[in-house]
C-alpha cells in the first residue's frame, strides 16, 4: 500500500505541475499545485488500491466458496 500511496502521490505531482507550468503559472505556483496534486493523486490512489483489493478478495472468497459447495446429482448429469 505505501508503494500505492507514493505512486499515486508521484502522479499527481507530476501530472498538476507540469499542466500549471502549461498554463502559464510562476514556478512557485507551479510548486503548489504540484503539491496539492501529489496529496489529492495519493489519496485517489490509496481510495482506487482499497477497492481494487475489496474486489479480488470478494471473488477468490466467492469462487473459493463455489468450489466448496457439493454439485447436486442431477446437474452433475446434465451437465456432461
Known sequence: MKFIFLAGGAAGFLA????????????????????????????????????LVRGIRETILTRHAAAATPVPAAVAVKSK
Open 16 to 51: 498538476t505541475g507540469a499542466a500549471s507550468l502549461w498554463a502559464g503559472h510562476q514556478p512557485e505556483r507551479a510548486l503548489f499545485d504540484g503539491a496539492v496534486g501529489c496529496l489529492a493523486g495519493a489519496l485517489l490512489f490509496r481510495w482506487f488500491w482499497t477497492v
